[in-house]
Structures are given as structure tokens and as C-alpha cells.
């Protein structure tokens, strides 16, 4: 079974749409993870949450932790082509000992 | 169904030795991604490969090596180990023609220099 749940698998918008990734757990999350990968490159961090209910923001990318820690979403405002690419989370859960995990991955595709 | 199989699992070895960790991608995928974890950090990204050639090159030591065989395996080799290469190894494998699909993770290599 998958440790994080991503979803949607993939997205097709129109370039100036908003969309929404989530990553879901059923385990608290201790540090949670937002990397976007285009094919064939590493992954490049975006950002990172701890807090119960932390927000943040980079440009018109926006992040959230909800309060039991369990479920984060990733927020584009106004979608780019520049946006395009595979959105991962990735987190620590700490059950058995420190692993990280990561999500399956969302591709996102903006058609101008 | 299969999945990303890295091996070892665990792995103790001294100052100055040499290890090799293996990394068995999905069937049919064809690029192979390398990253470091150290504790407490978040992976860090070394290497990658797309049909046997290296496709990119992140933040890898000059002491480590890696390569993709024909079957698509991909192995890192690690030289003269330093206490500090103590971390996790993720090994991550996709497929160039279904990206779609997503990126699977293996459950990687916990790597102890002592």
C-alpha cells in the first residue's frame, strides 16, 4: 500500500486556470515535502511544512498543512505553461523509524 | 504488483571503503533516478539516467559513480566512504513514454559508515 496518497494523478488545465493537488495520509505527518520534476531532472524542492495549519507561499504557488497533519494540498493560482511538469510529495512519517516517503506524483499539463 | 526493488537494505561499512548499492527499476521503465537523504534532511538529488545515458547530474560526489545496464538496473558505487555519506539512498524509476503514470520509489539503502 502506498504510504501517501496523491491525487489527481493528472491534470490537464488551461493556462490561467486555478487547480489543487492533494497528498493524503493516514499516518501524522512529520514534515511534509513539495518538489515539482520535469522529466529526466531531479527534483526541485518548493517547499516545506511542519506546522498543523501552516501556509506557505512561493509566487503563485500556494501549500498547505491541515490541522491533524494529515492532508496537505498544493494551490497554482493562475496556471502557467511554465507550471507544467510532475508535482511529488514527499514526508516523514515516523512509525516504524525515520523513512521518508513520497506520493506517486501528479502530472500536470497547461495548455496555452 | 512489482516495484522498485533496491538492495541492500541496510549496509554497514568503514571509512575508506568502497560499497555498491543496486537499484531494480519497474518493468518498462526506463529512466532511473539516484537521491541522498541525510537525517533530518530532505533528499537531495545526485544523478539520473534515461536508456543506459546519463540524463542528469545533481549534487553527486566526485567519489561516487553510477551507470545503467541493458536490463535497465542501475547501480551507484560509492569510494573511499566518509562518515558523512551516512544516509538513506533512494532509487526512483519512470517511464519516458507513460511520465503520466508518475515516478515510483524504491524503499531504499540505509547506508552506515562507521
Known amino acids: 500500500s502506498q504510504e501517501l496518497e496523491q491525487s489527481p494523478q493528472s491534470l490537464i488545465v488551461q493556462e490561467g486556470k486555478n487547480l489543487t493537488i492533494n497528498c493524503t495520509s493516514s499516518k501524522t505527518l512529520y514534515g511534509l515535502y513539495w518538489y515539482k520534476q520535469k522529466y529526466g531532472e531531479g527534483l526541485i524542492f518548493l517547499m516545506m511544512?511542519?506546522?498543523?495549519?501552516e501556509e506557505k507561499s512561493h509566487e503563485k504557488i500556494t501549500a498547505k498543512l491541515d490541522e491533524k497533519k494529515q492532508q496537505s494540498s498544493l494551490h497554482i493560482t493562475a496556471s502557467q505553461p511554465s507550471h507544467a511538469g510532475i508535482y511529488l510529495c514527499?514526508?516523514?512519517?515516523?512509525?516504524?523509524?525515520?523513512?521518508?516517503?513520497f506520493g506517486t506524483g501528479t502530472s500536470l499539463t497547461v495548455i496555452p | 504488483a512489482a516495484g522498485v526493488i533496491q538492495s541492500p537494505r541496510h549496509l554497514i561499512k568503514e571509512k575508506r571503503e568502497t560499497a555498491t548499492l543496486k537499484c531494480y527499476p519497474i518493468?518498462?521503465?526506463?529512466?532511473v533516478y539516484w537521491y541522498q537523504q541525510g537525517p533530518g534532511q530532505d533528499p537531495q538529488f545526485l544523478i539520473s539516467f534515461y536508456e543506459k545515458m546519463q540524463s542528469d547530474k545533481g549534487s553527486i560526489p566526485d567519489r561516487f559513480s553510477a551507470q545503467q545496464f541493458s536490463d535497465y538496473h542501475s547501480e551507484l558505487n560509492m569510494s573511499s566512504l566518509e562518515l558523512g555519506d551516512s544516509a538513506l539512498y533512494f532509487c526512483?524509476?519512470?517511464?519516458?513514454?507513460?511520465?503520466?503514470?508518475?515516478?515510483?520509489f524504491g524503499s531504499g539503502t540505509r547506508l552506515t559508515v562507521v
Open positions: 511544512l511542519q506546522k498543523g495549519g
Open positions: 526512483a524509476s519512470s517511464s519516458y513514454k507513460s511520465t503520466r503514470n508518475g515516478y515510483t
Open positions: 518493468p518498462r521503465h526506463d529512466t
Open positions: 514527499g514526508a516523514d512519517i515516523r512509525n516504524t523509524g525515520n523513512q521518508f516517503y
